[in-house]
Every structure is written in structure tokens, then in C-alpha cells.
């Protein structure tokens, strides 16, 4: 792996100065700047990396700093480190991670590109569809009520962070209730782009048309009707992606 030295290199060269942002670390500027560094181009796919000395004289930060940034780098895709050869730029859309597509928020400006939501959105109706079938097969009426209690705190959200929140609830339990814990943690470790999205929608749309969504679904599972839910479930998300109300 890289040096763990904690020396402190203050001789910074013209190379690759960092980004300083106040609000934040030391160690997530560095990882920022290398993040924004490959999301521009500047750094290409394939590209070696200077060595963990030579970015800590670049950049004026601790070896300490640069070890923990490449190895966050390293577990979101961005970079591979390859023992006695080096650090190079990984092909982050091959293996990246939900935290990847965090960082490229971020780098544009916290939106979602038209490509990522037409991918969630894929993504959601390939899932969505066999979570209501699990719901509907495995959840008791207990928790069903809870499910509803949900429902009722989103059909009540008067401002959108509001309903973000109440909507991702909504279907973060109804992934619960599936009962199948890879399903649920992947609902949990998108929801900070889907509340983009969903904040997207509603600056288009208003809340309307996903309260009422939302609303059919749960109806449909309470009556046992699968196909019909599965039908709800894939017209949620065809609302972001065609027809007037598409936010791409």
C-alpha cells in the first residue's frame, strides 16, 4: 500500500493545488479535489498518479492525509492501487459506488444528469415490481398500518423537503417490509439521489401526482392485488422519464 509516515510535507508543487473549502476537512478537500480532478478529465482513466510523497509535496497536506484519501478514493472507484506499481485512475462508472454517484452530484452542483435518472429510474422498475410482491406475500397487517402511518405523513408534507422525506420513508419501509435485506440496503444507500430526484419532479410537477402514486400502491397492496401494484409501481417512475411530466 502507500507510506503510512505521517510527516508533514509543506513544499507544494505546481502540479496539483488543492481545493480549500473551509467547511470541511483537510483530508475530504484532498479527496475532492482528486474527485473533481477525474470527473473533469484532468486526471484520465488509466492515468498513474504521482506517488503518496510526491501529492503530499503537491498539495501541502500530511502522508497521513493522502493515505486515507486514496484508500476512501480506492473504495469509491476512483482510483486502483496496484502494490509495487503504483496508483492510477480507475474507471469509476465500472466500479464505482452509490458514494460515486454522490461525488458526481456534488461535482455537478448537487443534480442528478439526465442519464443517472433515466438509470435509476430503470433501475427502480426492474426492483420495485418484485419488492410489492414480497410486501404483499410477507408483511403483516401490523406492519402494513405502519406503512399507512407513512402514507399519511406524505399525503400531509406541505413543503417539498417534506415530502422528499415522507416519500423516501414510504418506500425505504416498504423495502424493509419486503423482507430482503440486499433489496433494503439498496433503497438505504440511494436515497440521497432520489431525494434529488424527487425534488426535481416536484419543482416541475408538485407533489400531486407522487402523493397520489404512492397512494395506489399502498392501496393495492392492502387489497392483496399484485398486478395492479406492480402496474403503480413502474407508472411512478415512467412519470420522471416520459410524457409531459419527465424531468429528463
Known sequence: MIESDTEKCSDKGAAGTMDRNKN????????????????????????????????????????????AGISELAAKGFVEVKPRHGMYVADYKLHGTTETLVAIMRYNGGKLSDHDIRSYCESRCAIDPFVVKLVIERASREQLRELGLRLDKLLKAQDMEECCDSITDFFNLMYFLSDNTFFS????????????????????????????????????????????????????????????????
Do not use: W
Open 185 to 248: 440496503l439498496i433503497y438505504n444507500s440511494t436515497i440521497k439521489p432520489q431525494k434529488e430526484m424527487y425534488a426535481m419532479f416536484i419543482r416541475k410537477n408538485g407533489a400531486g401526482p407522487i402523493k397520489e402514486n404512492a397512494q395506489k400502491i399502498y392501496d393495492c397492496i392492502c387489497r392483496g392485488d399484485a398486478e395492479a401494484a406492480v402496474k403503480e409501481s413502474v407508472h411512478a417512475m415512467e412519470l420522471a422519464t416520459s410524457g409531459s411530466t419527465s424531468i429528463i
Open 24 to 67: 470541511i476537512s483537510v483530508r475530504e478537500n484532498f479527496i475532492r479535489t482528486i474527485e473533481n480532478k477525474i470527473l473533469s478529465g484532468e486526471l484520465e482513466i488509466g492515468q498513474q498518479l504521482p506517488t503518496a510523497r510526491e501529492l503530499c509535496r503537491q498539495m501541502g497536506v500530511s502522508l497521513t492525509i493522502v493515505n
